[in-house]
């Protein structure tokens, strides 16, 4: 809420402060904190919804993962999230592909979302509100032990050469451009290599004196001006390629047991990863390339293993379920 006029934020908080004694606040704290139990709300949508959620969130602290039922949607509780609860504790997952298994309709700048997410989960203890939609949740993500196995950290006064640093970025299909304008890329100059990680909103700049790491500092593309300076910085790769033998999982994986998944309609999912899976499995069986691909249940989830994953943690669902039937109501 730090964008917030102070009496709007005062406001804001105090409405949320409301909420806390409110019968259906102790319904969402109950699923909380009782892991594997699942919730049916009827009536709460909009801001109302996503205010009851901040504050079950804020009184918790575990993951909470909401699938809305597209991206329209997803930006609009988003945003109501980063309002409620500020834009450090919020983050966006969305898909990296516009169809499966053509890496050239890979959309970078939703790739560096989606390893933000990734890299957080992986790196801190500390609880994170994620929206996504069912085509975002349907594309599996490397494991947290893969993510931390793969990505190199650069620390100021590192004694380390910069031929290793390229080496290394080649290795993590990072393609070597004149200018860096997005993420993947990176450019060598003299002692100074520009880098756009997966990690991070904007490039860094990494000066060499010799084979010593004299400074970091992140840049503004369009001026190359510093933005800020760094300590240290992550190198990630592209998460959503590569690592061919690497073990992949849901995101629901990543925040059971104690996270808590929000479901604006269940049954919309299960249909949406069920429509997703068999164009996966179409694209698959024409493919006519010599790179050898992973089949679709080892790159995303199948509507089966996402009903598997259910029993797996807390849920809530928002609308009436013709196939899966909660532990609770709340009307």
């Not at 690592?243 to 269940?266: C, H, M, N, Y």
């Amino acid at each position: 809420m730090e964008n917030l006029s102070l009496p709007k934020k005062i406001a804001i908080e105090n409405i949320v402060e409301a909420l806390h004694q409110t019968p259906t606040q102790k319904s969402l704290s109950d699923v909380f904190l009782n892991p594997g139990m699942s919730l049916q709300i009827k009536g709460m949508v909009g801001s109302g919804l996503t205010t009851h959620l901040a504050k079950a969130f804020q009184t918790h602290q575990k993951h909470l993962l909401m699938v809305c039922a597209d991206r329209e949607k997803a930006a609009y509780h988003l945003n109501d999230f980063e309002q409620l609860l500020g834009s450090e504790k919020v983050y966006f997952f969305p898909s990296s592909y516009r169809k499966p298994y053509q890496t050239e309709t890979t959309d970078n700048a939703n790739v560096l979302l989606r390893s933000d997410v990734l890299n957080k989960l992986s790196h801190s203890q500390t609880a994170r509100v994620i929206v996504t939609y069912p085509q975002a949740l349907f594309e599996k993500v490397v494991s947290q032990a893969t993510l931390k196995k793969n990505t190199l950290t650069i620390k100021k006064g590192n004694q380390l050469s910069l031929d290793f640093v390229n080496e290394v970025l080649f290795d993590y299909r990072f393609e070597r451009v004149d200018f860096v304008s997005q993420p993947g890329e990176f450019s060598v100059r003299g002692g100074i290599i520009d880098v756009f990680s997966f990690a991070n909103q904007h490039p860094y700049r990494i000066e060499f004196f010799d084979d010593e790491v004299e400074s970091l500092r992140s840049f503004d593309i369009a001026t190359q001006l510093s933005i800020a300076t760094h300590e240290s910085v992550k190198l990630l790769p592209n998460t959503s390629e590569g690592f061919r033998k690497a073990t992949r999982k849901s995101i629901v994986e990543l925040i059971a047991p104690e996270g808590l998944l929000v479901l604006q309609d269940l049954d919309g999912v299960k249909e949406r990863l069920a429509h997703y899976f068999g164009e996966a499995e179409t694209h698959f069986a024409a493919l006519q390339t010599e790179t050898q691909h992973l089949p679709p249940e080892k790159l995303f989830l199948p509507e089966t293993l996402f009903q598997a994953h259910l029993a797996e943690l807390s849920w809530i669902n928002l609308s009436p379920s013709s196939a899966v039937k909660p532990q609770k109501k709340w009307w």
